[in-house]
């Protein structure tokens, strides 16, 4: 399959962990990219190469891999990470988003 | 500071045509490739086409829904980018964002990623 799966919606406590997931053949060849998008706004990179963070992203981002599943964890949750976010592997090849709702 | 700022989108009719420029700023511009991705209200993202630079022939690549309909180029001198559109369908309406593909390199392998965006341009196809 060339396709990215995620799930729709997860919800996390303020200050709580949660892990989002994304699901691909794709993932086993590329290295999964996580954006972070708030309503209104363009998205952002949160995470690059599985594991590496940009200038300015907090290290309460962290990515993962394990065979076809790429993971996003957010550790100790703020209400300003609210939003969705969207796994990337091949170039032309996107999840469909999680919605992030912090509790 | 890396910019890419978006213009050109606003309503137009089925069948019409539309070009929308990405104008950039604070890097090299020559040396990146260019993509477009696009969003429907409330949907997801949604990858478009994409240009290569000169060390790569300017090579395009397209979505299977635009192929044929749209095109991608780039004025390097003007560190402008475009995305042409013809025979724009009403599934055609969304913001269109432009992105700056990065690559890089570590002991471990090289890393290719989207690293910044415009704001993106709304484009929205309706009689």
């Known amino acids: 399959s060339s396709e990215l799966t995620q799930d729709p919606a997860v919800s996390v406590a303020l200050g709580q962990t949660v892990r989002i997931t994304c699901q691909g053949d794709s993932l086993r060849s590329y290295d999964a990219n996580w954006y972070q998008q708030k309503p209104g706004q363009a998205p952002v990179l949160v995470i690059y190469?599985?594991?590496k963070w940009p200038s300015g992203i907090p290290d309460r981002f962290s990515g993962s891999t394990s065979g076809n599943t790429a993971s996003l964890t957010i550790t100790g949750a703020q209400a300003e990470d609210e939003a969705d976010y969207y796994c990337n592997s091949r170039e032309d090849l996107f999840g469909g988003g999680t919605k992030v709702t912090v509790l | 500071e890396v910019q890419l700022v978006e213009s050109g989108g606003t309503l137009v009719q089925p069948g019409g045509s539309l070009t929308l420029s990405c104008a950039a700023s604070?890097?090299?511009?020559?040396?990146?490739?260019i993509h477009w991705v696009r969003q429907a209200s409330g949907k997801g993202l949604e990858w478009v086409g994409r240009i290569r630079g000169k060390p790569n022939n300017y090579a395009t690549d397209y979505a299977a829904s635009v192929k044929g309909r749209f095109t991608v180029s780039r004025d390097d001198s003007k560190n402008t980018a475009h995305l042409q559109m013809s025979s724009l369908k009403t599934e055609d309406t969304a913001v269109y964002y432009c992105?700056?593909?990065?690559?890089?390199?570590?002991?471990?392998?090289?890393?290719?990623?989207?690293?910044?965006w415009g704001q993106g341009t709304l484009v929205t196809v309706s009689s």
């Open positions: 604070g890097f090299t511009f020559s040396a990146f490739p």
């Open positions: 992105t700056r593909h990065n690559l890089e390199y570590d002991t471990s392998g090289y890393y290719r990623f989207f690293d910044y």
């Open positions: 190469g599985k594991d």
